[in-house]
């Protein structure tokens, strides 16, 4: 079945490090690609997604590009902020397994920003 | 957009009890979801809701542990019910909206905060 596994956290950084969170993921088919944000006492937001191989999706700074050949959407941001501080969960949405919002999701991974 | 309000925040339970969540949205949807996600894990999705229709289950839960009722366009509820610790959890509500308006394929998936839920 489909799987999303996702660096174990927390990760720590101080301000204006460089992040990585790193995302791989297994499918049946061709899965478009998540990357959902959950700040101290929020839900989860969508933060950025990619539909197709080599798609970038990217907001707020952050970026992650779609690897079909490494099954692979890494999370990165070149200079992180305190308030960048939340849980990131990557997940996929594969059309050979009822696609649409049916979502598999990763663990999460929490991130820690001190000044 | 979609804003959404699940009730209870959190609480704790006694074993052999059932409770029910509450899932309020500010704008009329069409499909509904459950999901929990148990301590150190990820997201799993207990079921679909549609309004009109009984509600769909994902593989390895069922209607008699966790009950849904879909009233309306705005709003849901999950009962976990005769609550045994293994279900210590967050369950979250998330609904489908379109952010441009624009209903065709994919809408965006859009979270409460959760119900963290504790049975002792």
């Known amino acids: 079945g489909d799987s999303v596994t996702q660096m174990e956290g927390p990760v720590t950084l101080s301000e204006e490090a460089f992040l990585t969170i790193n995302c791989t993921y297994t499918?049946?088919?061709?899965?478009?690609l998540f990357w959902y944000v959950q700040y101290p006492g929020e839900g989860l937001q969508l933060l950025l997604k990619?539909?197709?191989?080599?798609d970038k999706g990217s907001n707020k700074g952050f970026e992650a590009t779609y690897r079909k050949e490494t099954t692979s959407f890494h999370l990165e941001k070149g200079s992180v902020q305190v308030s960048d501080s939340a849980v990131y969960f990557c997940a996929l949405s594969d059309p050979f397994t009822g696609g649409g919002n049916k979502l598999t999701f990763g663990t999460g991974t929490q991130l820690k920003v001190e000044l | 957009s979609a804003v959404i309000s699940q009730k209870p925040s959190r609480d704790i339970c006694q074993r052999g009890t059932s409770l029910t969540i509450q899932c309020q949205v500010d704008?009329?949807?069409?499909?509904m979801f459950w999901y929990r996600q148990q301590p150190g894990q990820s997201l799993t999705l207990i079921a679909t809701a549609n309004q009109g229709s009984e509600a769909t289950y994902e593989s390895g839960f069922v209607i008699d542990k966790f009950p849904i009722s879909r009233p309306n366009l705005t709003f849901s509820t999950l009962t976990v019910s005769n609550m045994s610790p293994e279900d210590s959890s967050i369950y979250l509500c998330s609904v489908e909206a379109f952010p441009r308006r624009d209903t065709r394929g994919t809408g965006e998936l859009f979270f409460g905060e959760g119900s963290r839920l504790t049975v002792l």
């Open positions: 704008s009329q949807v069409t499909m």
């Open positions: 499918a049946t088919g061709y899965p478009s």
């Open positions: 990619a539909t197709k191989a080599d």
